[in-house]
Structure formats: C-alpha cells, structure tokens
C-alpha cells in the first residue's frame, strides 16, 4: 500500500506566474483534500475532490482551482501568484468525502514566491 | 462555523516528565476532534482521534487526549515524554454534517530537552 505522494517537494516562483502542484492519493482512496499551511500556523482548507467532483470549498480565492483525475490523483493550480502563497501546500487522501474518514497527509509541497 | 484554540503555542519540557496540550474548540453542531503530529519538513500524521463513545482516546506513541463536552476541550496528555516527541502538535476539528473538512488549530510546538 502506498502514501500520499505530492510532488514537486519544493518549487520557487515569481510573483505572477502559475504553479500547478500534485498529488497521488493513497491507494483504494477516492478523496482528495488541500491545504495551505503558511509559516507558523496550522492548515487551512482549500477545497476538496470527491469522486473527481469538487466536494467543498474553503475561503480562497478562484485563482486557486484543482482537479481529480479518474485515478483518484490531483492536481492543485494557483494563477497570478502572489507573494503571501508562500507557504507549505499539504494533501490529504480519504476514503470516503464523510467526516469521520481518517484523512492521510502526504509531506507536501514547499512554494516560495519572490 | 468551527474554530479550535490551542492556548499553548511552545511548551518546553524535560524528558521523562509529564505533558498537556491544550486544545479548546467552537463548534454550533457536534463534531469529530483529532490531533495530527507534524516532524520538521515532513507532512501531518494522526496521532488519534475523537469520534463517539469513550471520552478518552488513546492513540499511537503512548499519547492520549480526553474530550470534554461542557468545557468544550480536547486535551492532549503524554505521561513521559521522549525526545523523540519533540514536533508540533495540532488539534483539529470536524463537524458532524456535510463533507469533511478538518479546522485546524495554530498548533503548539513541543520541546523536549534531556
């Protein structure tokens, strides 16, 4: 059985440009959850993608937008980057969209923006 | 909405010795509670979770943490700590309706000295 994987691991970017992060959620896992984790705080929602369907959504902007793949994988895109999107970019498979499933987090996406 | 505080933002500690972590939530429905473990440079791993049935919890590495529905709190609680326990902590809730989503609190960083 397999973990999350996210890739790139780190990724620095200019103010301005797209970045598109992903992710491969845990085998027999058919739900995938973002998160943005700034410098010293805890994980913010950002969406989430439930059998390829956005499932929910938190308090971002439509710049940030994603998919999921028939294989269950994702993918995270953030258009005209800002500097404040620095930040730790965590994803988390489950099974299931309920609020009990134990979400896994992969290691994340480090992204600067200069 | 939910909301979870963790009053604590670094607890320095020494080995062996006993450990709290505070976690209070807000929350106008029922909800699920967890903590999550993160290492440096690495992503969130659950150390146990909250669900229904028995107010105390008890999860992976000797952790365990009791709900407290009046109080509305989720403390966490180690009896001896490592140093290998040294990470932060965050708690996080959920709430009993719609699809998951985890609320994450601004975690506390636990610093374990010999």
């Known amino acids: 059985e397999t973990g999350v994987t996210q890739s790139p691991t780190h990724l620095i970017k200019t103010r301005g440009q797209q970045v598109t992060l992903r992710c491969s959620s845990q085998s027999g896992h058919n739900t995938v959850s973002w998160y943005q984790q700034a410098l010293g705080q805890g994980p913010q929602f950002i969406f989430q993608y439930y059998r390829e369907e956005e499932n929910g959504r938190g308090n971002f902007p439509p710049r940030f937008s994603g998919l999921q793949f028939p294989n269950y994988s994702s993918e995270l895109n953030v258009n005209a980057l800002e500097l404040d999107d620095s930040a730790l970019y965590l994803c988390?498979?489950?099974f299931g969209g309920g609020q009990a499933a134990e979400a896994f987090f992969g290691q994340g996406t480090r992204l600067t923006v200069v | 909405a939910q909301s979870v505080t963790q009053l604590d933002s670094q607890v320095p500690v020494f080995e062996e010795a006993p450990v709290e972590l505070r976690c209070n939530y807000s929350s106008s429905v029922s909800v699920y509670l967890f903590w999550y473990v993160q290492y440096p440079n690495q992503g969130l791993q659950l150390l146990l979770k909250?669900?229904?049935?028995?107010?105390l919890v008890k999860g992976i590495n000797g952790f365990e943490a009791e709900f407290n529905k009046s109080q509305t709190s989720f403390h966490l609680r180690k009896p001896s700590v490592h140093i290998s326990d040294t990470a932060e902590y965050f708690c996080?809730?959920?709430?009993?309706?719609?699809?998951?989503?985890?609320?994450f609190g601004k975690g506390t960083m636990l610093l374990v000295s010999p």
């Open positions: 988390a498979s489950s």
């Open positions: 909250y669900l229904s049935g028995s107010t």
């Open positions: 996080a809730v959920s709430e009993n309706s719609g699809y998951s989503t985890l609320t």
